[in-house]
T-cell receptor
Framework: ETGVTQSPTHLIKTRGQQVTLRCSSQ?????VSWYQQALGQGPQFIFQ???????GRGNFPPRFSGLQFPNYSSELNVNALELDDSALYLC???????????FGEGSWLTVV | GESVGLHLPTLSVQEGDNSIINCAYS??????FIWYKQESGKGPQFIID?????DKRQGQRVTVLLNKTVKHLSLQIAATQPGDSAVYFC?????FGAGTTVTVRA
């Protein structure tokens, strides 16, 4: 196990709603990255947080936002959900923006 | 767009044979590459990495080869086992390719 935990594991939301996904990093890791993985696709980088500051962002609209807390846990928030937001959302942690990242098991989001 | 991609989406291998999974990248300035394994219902799992100042790195039953001239890397799995059945991704820093599904035949 990687020590990265995500919640909830599965959830269903209605189009237009908002969702918050949570991630607890591996102990001592101060960097967290979030990915979206659609069925049959590779993970797509959403953004990364390092010591509570956004440290890079992929090609996702502003309705995807995040937070990293002093204990380095993290949240991914998605507003105005669309059907295409249905995917597995993965959180990954690393130390000092290091290259080796450790993934959680993900949160499956279904938007109906 | 994606900076990394895999040559084949699927690979079927006989148990005990060696597997080779290929990946091409487009950014010649890329410095760090990682191979991940993702089993059904799980998050990606780190397998092995390589930096651009190397052309080969070996792990337990796995070898990664990097050819910077043609911007190509490969993952070799020796003596493939049923537990190796999974989707394999190459990644350049934070950017993932689409994945190759490896199926091991008994």
């Amino acid at each position: 196990e990687t020590g990265v935990t995500q919640s909830p594991t599965h959830l269903i939301k209605t189009r237009g709603q908002q969702v918050t996904l949570r991630c607890s990093s591996q102990s001592g890791h101060n960097t967290v990255s979030w990915y979206q993985q659609a069925l049959g696709q590779g993970p797509q980088f959403i953004f990364q947080y390092y010591r509570e500051e956004e440290n890079g962002r992929g090609n996702f609209p502003p309705r995807f936002s995040g937070l990293q807390f002093p204990n380095y846990s993290s949240e991914l928030n998605v507003n105005a959900l669309e059907l295409d937001d249905s995917a597995l959302y993965l959180c990954a942690s690393s130390l000092d923006n290091g290259n080796t990242i450790y993934f959680g098991e993900g949160s499956w989001l279904t938007v109906v | 767009g994606e900076s990394v991609g895999l040559h084949l989406p699927t690979l079927s291998v006989q148990e005990g044979d060696n597997s080779i999974i290929n990946c091409a990248y487009s950014n010649s300035a890329s410095d760090y590459f990682i191979w991940y394994k993702q089993e059904s219902g799980k998050g990606p799992q780190f397998i092995i990495d390589i930096r651009s100042n190397m052309d080969k790195r070996q792990g337990q039953r796995v070898t990664v080869l990097l050819n910077k001239t043609v911007k190509h890397l490969s993952l070799q799995i020796a003596a493939t086992q049923p537990g190796d059945s999974a989707v394999y991704f190459c990644a350049e820093e934070l950017s993932f390719g689409a994945g190759t599904t490896v199926t091991v035949r008994a």
